[in-house]
């Protein structure tokens, strides 16, 4: 004759006031001997709580969020199993305790997952890797569900209390992905990212969508395939521009008599072209199977262009074998054109390096995006003046910030560096440029 039976908490070691994080039954479920019918987490571990008697669940004495210690009231089971449940007998399986390991990851179990390295690669790396993520935080039953959906749950984030995910996170993890195609949970270029989370953000206050146009759309999808595929690495360094803004000063008449406006960029894309001429391998890209370099024997610079839109990068062909005047020109108008929208499709097309010139707006340095597929791209910031030991006394120099983004792949640390100094060098004695 079936029998109710109460279930309290057994001895569950050196917990008290423990947080219920998730019910993996509900009243009326039918439930085997040692099945697992709830969740409990300290500080230190994750406790899953098997139950005492195969049996039906009458009641759920505990909700989500609920604090239980040992001789808690959990449940009510009707159970044929007669009284045959002593109390010792509740406890037949400890539960199943996870340690620290298990419970460190709580609030970041959805770290970027990362592929496994074989050993040999790991220990020749050049660069630390992060840790791998944590594992994630998931019942056995979520598990056992993630795993027949071919669900990788560190991907996967957790609604749950403290990052836990529950059975509904993953299948709207898989609805996700089935309705967003190839934009969620998927491996691109063997890194997995995480769906993207549907936030509804008007719940927090009022709200406006505003749809990109179709030059943000282009590059924003753009810069995530370099922000994705390229390892990057800045280099930042610091041009004395003293000279040259003397230089250029004088010039000034010149340049409006010719009718162009000569600013500091003219100069940093020949000193540029200069520097690439030294050091190829800057003015390259990798072909698509990674085992070769395309090294151009062309200087094509880009110049990327704020405007109303979002960013353009139109180019400078052959910008080495051109004058300071002649590139001046061209910059503005490429940048008129880029800005009113009049660039022809061949204007965006063949660079080989590419500048970005915040310089004119401000700020330090910067981390500037490789435009893919070159391989290296020179961010340029506000120059100011700064006080430089000369001599034994403090000189005022005008200083430029320059910020050197690459491909790690292709340029070693200290290449990078060599050629920020010679770029310095060009900029610092415009002299060097003739030689
Ligand atoms: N430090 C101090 N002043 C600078 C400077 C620098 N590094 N660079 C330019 N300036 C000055 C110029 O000399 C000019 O001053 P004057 O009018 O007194 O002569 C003023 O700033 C404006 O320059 P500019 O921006 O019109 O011209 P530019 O040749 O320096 O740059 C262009 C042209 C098209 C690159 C720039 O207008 C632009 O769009 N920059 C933004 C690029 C961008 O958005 N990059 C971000 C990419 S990542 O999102």
Redesign the pocket.
Known sequence: MAELLEFHLPDIGEFENVDVVELLVAPGDRVEKEQSILVLESDKATMEIPAPVSGVVKELRVAVGDQVSEGSLLAVFETQEAAAAPTEDHAARAPEVRGEAAAQPIGTPNALALPDLPPDEAEGAEIAHPPRPARAHASPSVRLLARELGVELTLVPGSGSKGRITKEDVQGFVKASLSKGSAAGVPIAGVHVAAPLEIDFSKFGATEIQPLNRIRKLSSANLHRSWVTVPHVTQFDEADITDLDTFRRQQKPEAERRGV?L???PFVVKAVTAALAEFPHFNSSLDNSGENLIVKKYLNVG????TENG?VVPVIREADRKGLFELAGL?EDL?HRARTRKLRPSDLQGGSFSI??????GGTFFT??VNHPEVAILG????SWKPVLQGGEFVPRLI?PLSLSYDHRVIDGADAVRFTRRLCDFLSDLRLLLI
């Open positions: 406006k600013t500091f960029l110049v990327a262009v704020d960013l910059l940048s970005s010139s915040l310089g004119g707006i500037p995006i340029v910031s506000k120059m430029l």
